[in-house]
């Protein structure tokens, strides 16, 4: 069958005709509609009566760290499970993934990580290559939709064959990019339940855990092996094999594009770790300059220089040949002279994104900052969503953003070094994914701290998916310890402009740990339900 | 042959059903597509544009080069002129006239309509007063757009008028009636003032 599908949804497809059980992610652009499509699959499955298909777990986790555990304990019980995030998801996941390498899994493991070169949406350009290089596993890039819904099948099998997590790396032009996907008529069934063979296996004490390492070390040139042979890394000797170019992923398709090859040799990557055979044929056929096309920080530019003789020269983002940040283009190989200069006369002006009219983060941010005006120094440390956008005009609200839970530990730090009034907003998402543990921090110490969450009962930047604290955040404050006066809960409305400046200056005046909970619903989400 | 199209517009305004009608259009013809998409932070009201390319051969990259476009197919006049660097010399850009001002330094938009009108093929089309003509809402201007721009598309009418019948299909009868008048207004409007 043929299908339009997305870079995200040609994954999913392709993991559900895996014979997939279960998918454990939180919501990141852009990764999100991975699990959206599957949810959306099940949720048409489940109104077919006779559909005798075992259901695929699909809720959204917590963060990307349950959602890493969850699918490792799923493949323990011999059952194939994928895990998608945003890159920045492997930081917050990063000790159970790069552990899954050292336990290996039993059924198979998918991690498809996107990254998000030139920052569209995130905070960091941070390439994922370097977490499946530092776990020791295989990587797969796919450079497009198809081969994303075939590589995920691949993956899959090649997980259980080698016993380790295959890590899937996409950028953001993969994910977000629709294309014709030929797709298998019948999904594969999914595995039977089945236990570890080797119990062992997943008990990493230091005596066990050293044995595994063993093993995943003796396993590395079975994994180079395959990045030569299973047909995912293609070397085409070119008619001047003097000049070559490594293109790797969705940079294979821009170079392609741009037409520069012109005779060279190319090497496409879209499996790691690098093809030695393929690369010592390279040499061997004389090459002398080499251009290196891939998409985020310089990896293979990097690891060509130990394996290539010295007087091979290497060209790339290292060298300024292309542009060391941000996104690659068509335009990057074509050369800026030739691109067309025919700007727009007039000056325009840029349009940034800002919060929805009639968003309640917007009122929370009006009487925040009247009462913050109040005091000589406020600081507001800020969050990762939609109320990040109060860094904009008109509100000038927050004076930091680091990372998911980062407001309320800052707070926290900052107080602890004098600093009042410290104030943390963070969204109901953020506040489960990363916050709570903060919060115990702060109570802990009963640090002089005002933890705004701005619960909006939704995921809002990410399009709206459900949020693991809704209907629960009073009693997981209180029950961190905070006390039951200072969890205070106001509706964000301009008719209620007056009641929250009062609740927020109460708290700010109180020298301990308190919590504000400005809850109202996502006008989108809320809309949307009007439409239904 | 191939259609290499920008479409652009503010988050919200509904590009993204333009680019889907005309990938569907594309699909049952038997084009190659390829479309990249904006999601995620730049919806909340800020510029979003989406590069649409369909050709009867293969197609490499997401995204177009600059000097490639053949249709800027914009939402809102502005907008249309931000990727003017993408278009061919002998590009068309096909806009809606209606300013969408969430910003403070949006210029006179008499200028941007001088600037519009420099390029030698522009269709410049009131999709406020072409909706409002069919007593269509708002929400269906960006078929009014998609509607003068099947002249230079490549793909018949009725290929098109079909694919947003596909589309639209899991709407009500009357939702998918009147996104037919609006794609209809826009087409007959194109044809006149090309």
Do not use: M, R, W
């Given at each position: 069958m043929k299908h339009i599908l997305l870079g995200d949804e040609a994954i999913a497809q392709g993991a559900i005709d895996a014979g997939l059980s279960g998918v454990y992610a939180y919501p990141g652009t852009p990764s999100t509609e991975i699990t959206e499509y599957i949810q959306l699959v099940e949720s048409r499955k489940s109104k077919v009566e006779s559909c005798e298909d075992n259901p695929i777990f699909c809720r959204w986790a917590t963060n990307e760290k349950t959602a890493m555990e969850a699918a490792l304990g799923m493949t323990y019980a011999g059952k194939r499970a994928l895990v998608c995030m945003k890159h920045v998801g492997m930081n917050v996941c990063a000790d159970a993934f790069v552990n899954s390498a050292i336990t290996g899994v039993n059924g198979g493991l998918v991690v498809v990580a996107a990254d998000d070169p030139s920052m569209h949406s995130s905070q960091n350009e941070q390439d994922s290559r370097f977490y499946a290089k530092f776990a020791l596993i295989p990587c797969l890039e796919p450079s497009n939709q198809q081969e994303a819904y075939d590589m995920t099948r691949m993956a899959f099998d090649l997980s259980e064959k080698l016993r380790v997590p295959i890590l899937m790396r996409v950028t953001t032009r993969m994910a977000h990019s629709r294309a014709m996907v030929e797709t298998v008529d019948t999904p594969k069934a999914q595995n039977m339940r089945h236990l570890p063979e080797n119990a062992q296996h997943f008990i990493l004490l230091p005596a066990f855990a050293k044995r595994n390492y063993a093993d995943l070390l003796s396993e590395q040139p079975e994994f180079v092996r395959l990045s030569e042979e299973l047909g995912n890394n293609v070397y085409t000797r070119g008619t001047d094999p003097k000049r070559a170019i490594v293109a790797c992923g969705i940079a294979h398709n821009y170079m392609q594009e741009a037409g520069i090859a012109q005779g060279a040799s190319i090497l496409k990557v879209t499996q790691y770790p690098l093809p030695v055979k393929l690369i010592n044929q390279m040499v061997a056929d004389g090459v002398e300059d080499i251009l290196v096309a891939e998409e985020g920080q310089p990896v293979v530019e990097e690891l060509l220089r130990g394996m290539v003789p010295s007087h091979v020269r290497i060209r790339g983002r290292l060298t300024g040949d292309l542009p060391r940040m941000g996104e690659l283009s068509p335009d990057c190989f074509i050369?800026?002279?030739?691109?067309?200069?025919?700007?727009?006369?007039l000056k325009l002006p840029g349009r940034p994104p800002s919060m929805c009219q009639g968003c309640g983060h917007r009122d929370m941010y009006t009487a925040l900052n009247e009462v913050a005006r109040e005091y000589k120094e406020a600081r507001i440390f800020g969050d990762i969503g939609?109320?990040?956008?109060?860094?904009?005009?008109?509100?000038?609200?927050?004076?930091s953003c680091v990372e998911m839970g980062a407001s309320v530990t800052m707070a926290k730090g900052a107080a602890d070094a004098g600093q009042h009034p410290a104030i943390a907003v963070i969204g109901d998402s953020t506040f489960t994914h990363s916050g709570m543990t903060g919060l115990l921090d702060c109570v802990n110490s009963n640090a002089d701290v005002v933890v705004l969450i701005s619960d909006n009962l939704t995921t809002g930047m990410t399009g709206g998916q459900d949020s693991a604290g809704t209907g629960k955040l009073e009693r997981i404050c209180m029950a961190m310890g905070v006390e039951e006066e200072h969890v205070r809960v106001v509706v964000p409305l301009a008719k209620n402009m007056e009641e929250m400046k009062q609740v927020i200056r109460e708290e700010i005046n109180y020298h301990g740990t308190s919590v504000i909970i400005a809850r109202r619903e996502c006008i989108q989400t809320l809309k949307r339900k009007a439409r239904k | 042959m191939k259609n290499d199209i920008i479409l652009a517009g503010v988050?919200?305004?509904?590009?993204l059903s333009i680019a889907t009608v005309i990938g569907q259009a594309a699909l049952a013809e038997g084009w190659y597509l390829k479309q990249a998409e904006v999601h995620g932070m730049s919806q909340r009201g800020g510029e979003v544009q989406s590069h649409l390319r369909i050709s009867t051969e293969p197609i490499w990259s997401d995204l177009i080069p600059k000097g490639q476009t053949d249709i800027i197919l914009s939402l809102e006049p502005l907008e249309a002129l931000r990727y003017v660097p993408w278009l061919a010399e002998n590009g068309c850009i096909v806009t809606s006239s209606v300013p969408f001002r969430?910003?403070?330094?949006?210029?006179?938009i008499e200028e941007v309509y001088a600037a519009i009108k420099r390029h030698p093929r522009h269709i410049l089309i009131d999709t406020d007063a072409l909706v409002k003509e069919v007593n269509?809402?708002?929400?269906?201007s960006n078929m009014v757009l998609l509607g003068a721009a099947i002249p230079m598309l490549g793909i018949e009418f009725d290929i098109v008028k079909a694919a947003l019948e596909k589309v639209f299909a899991r709407k009500s009868e009357a939702v998918v009636e009147t996104n037919i008048r609006a794609l209809t207004a826009g087409y007959e409007y194109a044809k006149k003032n090309l």
């Open positions: 050369g800026v002279e030739s691109v067309s200069k025919a700007e727009s006369e939609c109320y990040t956008l109060g860094a904009l005009s008109p509100f000038h609200a927050i004076h | 988050g919200g305004q509904g590009i969430n910003i403070d330094t949006y210029p006179d269509a809402p708002v929400q269906a």
